[in-house]
C-alpha cells in the first residue's frame, strides 16, 4: 500500500448516515485482531448485527477518515480513553491510521486530560506494533470490562498509555 498524503484525508466527526460504513469496518477488523486473541464469551457477543448497533449508537463519539469520498477508517474517544481505531482492510499500510490516532490524542486533551490510554488484546502483535511506532507506551496487563448483553465480560488486555497535553485530570 503507498502511504498517502495527510492533505488528501479529512477528519470529521460521523454522522448518523456514516454507522453502516463504520460498522462494517469495525466488524471486519475486530475480527482480524480479536478472534484467537479474546475469551470465547466476547467473541459470542460481538456478533456482526452488535457492530452495527452499537455504531449508530456511538456516531456522536466517532471521526471518520474520508478520502475521496469514502470513509475509509475511524476513532472513538471517550474522556481520556481510545476506545476504537479502526481503517478498511484496503486502506491498511497507508498512514490513515495515524492520522486518525494523532486526532484521538488531540481529543483526549482537549476533553481536559494529560494521558491518553487504550486496551489491545494480547495476542493483536499488529496493533500493538502500530501503537509503538505512534510513541505509545505499553502499561501492562489488566482486565478490561467489555460491554456484554447481559453483564461486562471481562477481557484480558495491554493498557498502552500515552502523555497527550497538560491537562489537569
Given at each position: 500500500m503507498t502511504t498517502i498524503a495527510e492533505d488528501a484525508v479529512t477528519l470529521r466527526p460521523a454522522i448518523p448516515s456514516d454507522a453502516n460504513t463504520?460498522?462494517?469496518?469495525?466488524?471486519?477488523?475486530?475480527?482480524?485482531g480479536h478472534l484467537g486473541n479474546v475469551p470465547d464469551?466476547?467473541?459470542?457477543?460481538?456478533?456482526?448485527?452488535?457492530?452495527?448497533?452499537?455504531?449508530a449508537e456511538r456516531v456522536g463519539d466517532t471521526v471518520v477518515a474520508v478520502v475521496e469520498g469514502e470513509v475509509v477508517g475511524f476513532v472513538m474517544?471517550?474522556?481520556?480513553?481510545?476506545e476504537q481505531v479502526y481503517l478498511?482492510?484496503?486502506?491498511?499500510?497507508?498512514?490513515i491510521a495515524g492520522?486518525?490516532?494523532?486526532?484521538?490524542?488531540?481529543l483526549v486533551a482537549a476533553n481536559g486530560h494529560e494521558r491518553?490510554?487504550?486496551?489491545?488484546?494480547p495476542g493483536n502483535g499488529?496493533?500493538?506494533k502500530f501503537y509503538e511506532r505512534q510513541g505509545w507506551v505499553d502499561d501492562g496487563l489488566f482486565e478490561y470490562m467489555a460491554g456484554g448483553a447481559a453483564e461486562p465480560i471481562p477481557v484480558p488486555c495491554q493498557r498502552y498509555?500515552?502523555?497527550?497535553?497538560?491537562?489537569v485530570r
Open positions: 463504520v460498522a462494517r469496518i469495525w466488524y471486519e477488523g475486530w475480527r482480524d464469551a466476547l467473541v459470542v457477543a460481538r456478533t456482526e448485527a452488535s457492530f452495527y448497533e452499537r455504531a474517544v471517550v474522556d481520556d480513553e481510545v478498511s482492510n484496503h486502506r491498511r499500510g497507508s498512514g492520522f486518525l490516532l494523532g486526532e484521538a490524542e488531540r491518553a490510554w487504550l486496551a489491545v488484546a499488529r496493533a500493538r498509555v500515552k502523555r497527550v497535553g497538560g491537562g
